[in-house]
């Protein structure tokens, strides 16, 4: 792959799109503007991969994550991080089901080493520790929640010839749907210069900037709850027998439930499958709502609070796009 100029990708048209996310860690802003869907100049995206979120935010302070992750009385702490202040860039990808998250971690692994970047910090799987603290605690990004072993992360500096030397974070997820996310945050101390490039090539306009959800991940999912009435849960791995496959975090939901202990909740679950009866659609999504409930009663949620509920293929509709199958918590 090589680094080249500023290049768009000829099948999405020329324009600047909004992309509402969550602020960086040690970043207020929301983001100034988005710059277009391509890569950007200092690290090439995978081949078989498609921009679906890229925003800019223009000079705020950033937490660079160099040392695993704990929570300390509520709060998720690296064991070390470096404070930058600069441009932050952040590009979502998804990459084609065709490869692994392996294969994509070794892509980056070998750019890395060809263009002399210097690693700072690495993990792999289960050293890297929750998944659900990458992406709701570290990142903002709910999209990058899945299993533990299936996660890599990658902080490293580039050797440039600009005056600061930028920064990169890098997380790839396979969620349990088998899609593959690589999210990449780039943080240039001296500020992008890529902006002026493409003012150049596109009319860019002014932006109408939302308001965005504040507080805590837990909060977050509890104001969420309480607005739509419902809230499809990230993903979760069940056994052949549509029990949870242990462990499993439930950090989340754990805490938003704890947070008011008036709501109780239906837990669903939605499946469907080619060549199954309807009986049995109905069957494995009710053990596996059960098998959720019986992980949230022992996690420390009173069992009158929940109650588990299994509809198969009988409600299709999901905001959130190809959700056939999928937990859902829904307001009793």
């Not at 441009?87 to 990459?95: A, F, L, W």
């Amino acid at each position: 792959m090589i680094f080249g100029p500023y290049q768009f990708t000829s099948r999405l048209p020329l324009l600047v799109f909004l992309l509402v996310g969550f602020p960086t860690v040690g970043a207020a802003q929301s983001a100034d503007i988005v710059v277009g869907f391509s890569d950007h100049s200092l690290i090439a995206g995978f081949s078989d991969a498609e921009i679906i979120e890229r925003e800019l935010h223009k000079d705020v302070n950033y937490r660079i994550i160099l040392g695993a992750l704990e929570r300390i009385r509520g709060d998720v702490i690296p064991e070390d991080f470096e404070r930058l202040r600069g441009d932050v860039t952040k590009i979502t990808y998804e990459v084609s089901q065709e490869f692994t998250g392996d294969e994509v971690y070794a892509f980056y692994q070998e750019q890395l080493t060809s263009e002399n970047y210097e690693l700072l910090y690495s993990c792999e799987g289960r050293e890297c520790g929750s998944s659900n603290y990458w992406a709701n605690d570290i990142f903002r990004n709910r999209i990058l929640y899945g299993p533990e072993r299936n996660q890599h992360f990658m902080a490293f500096r580039a050797n440039s010839a600009l005056e600061s030397d930028p920064y990169f974070s890098l997380y790839i997820i396979t969620r349990v749907n088998r899609k593959i996310y690589v999210y990449i945050e780039i943080v240039e101390p001296g500020g992008t210069q890529e902006l002026e490039q493409i003012a150049a090539l596109v009319e860019i306009e002014e932006p109408r900037i939302p308001e965005q959800e504040s507080g805590t991940a837990d909060a977050n999912l509890l104001q969420r709850l309480r607005q739509q009435g419902s809230v499809v849960l990230p993903s979760f791995s069940f056994q052949s027998n549509d029990s949870l496959v242990t462990p499993v975090d439930l950090e989340l939901l754990v805490s938003a439930l704890n947070s008011d202990q008036s709501l109780s909740i239906y837990v669903v679950a939605h499946l469907k499958q080619d060549g199954q009866s309807l009986q049995e659609l109905m069957q494995r999504p009710t053990a596996r709502a059960n098998s959720l409930r019986q992980a949230l009663i022992a996690a420390g949620i009173e069992a009158q609070r929940i109650e588990a509920a299994g509809v198969g293929p009988l409600a299709p509709n999901c905001a959130s796009g190809n959700c056939e199958e999928r937990i859902e918590i829904v307001l009793r």
